[in-house]
């Protein structure tokens, strides 16, 4: 049976884009099944994927996973032979440790700065989301020169791709060796599938319209 990744739409849905660039960019073969995030019967929709009901859902034969950092986790282990994270024990310590600061925290940053690649938009940075922002620079600044987050392109990196593409689309601005390491991962050959693919997308959720345009 053919794996099967739920998403919404690329526009919009930064938990989705997570586990679809880390099957992406390891070019392991699934099946993409796209639903709207418009808000009619959204809710409903989303139950007959997963008892969650959000996305994104991985159906892989009999195993159903829901929430991003479980999906990434166990295409990790099932498919990649542990390849998402590094290889060694402290790294990969650090490396889960930055995704769950990511998966569970940045609240003032989701809440300004959403995903929105089709747009180019200003807001106002309230002190708590320029904290956010700092915070990741700072995350971004310690990788290592013209590397990844880690060794290699990995799980860390696939949750912070969504993020690089919120900075663009807001003008963020960052210290030089953050703004390298966004440069780095928005040529991703994967993320640049997924940004094409977002902007050919129609649909609009007005929810995740923020700012003014530019």
């Known amino acids: 049976m053919t794996t099967k990744l739920i998403i919404g739409n690329k526009n919009y849905s930064t938990w989705s884009l997570r586990p679809w660039l880390l ?27 997963s008892p969650a ?16 950092l479980a999906i990434c986790e166990y295409v ?23 995704c769950c600061e990511m998966h569970a925290g940045f609240t003032a940053l989701r809440a ?14 309230s002190a708590a989301c320029r904290a956010d922002i700092a915070r990741i620079d700072a995350i971004w600044s310690d990788h290592r020169p013209d590397n ?16 690089a593409l919120r900075f663009e689309t807001y003008g963020i601005e960052l210290s030089p060796a953050a703004r390298a390491y966004q440069v780095k991962l928005l040529a991703h ?14 649909d609009v959720v007005a929810a995740d319209e923020a700012g003014l345009e530019i």
């Not at 099957?23 to 796209?34: G, H, I, R, T």
């Open 23 to 49: 099957l992406s960019a390891f070019d392991l073969p699934f099946d993409e099944v796209n639903e709207s995030l418009q808000p009619d019967r959204l809710r409903a929709r989303l139950l007959t994927h």
């Open 189 to 202: 050959p994967a993320v640049q599938r997924w940004t094409e693919a977002a902007l050919s997308e129609t």
């Open 112 to 125: 300004a700065l959403p995903m929105n690649i089709r747009a180019k938009r200003k807001v106002d940075l």
């Open 53 to 68: 009901g959000k996305v994104p859902v991985l159906v892989d034969a009999d195993v159903l996973v829901w929430d991003s």
């Open 76 to 98: 990790s282990e099932v498919h990649l032979a542990g390849q998402g994270w590094p290889r060694n024990a402290p790294d990969r310590a650090k490396a889960r440790a930055i």
């Open 148 to 163: 990844w987050l880690f060794d290699t392109f990995g799980i860390a990196d696939c949750f912070y791709a969504p993020v």
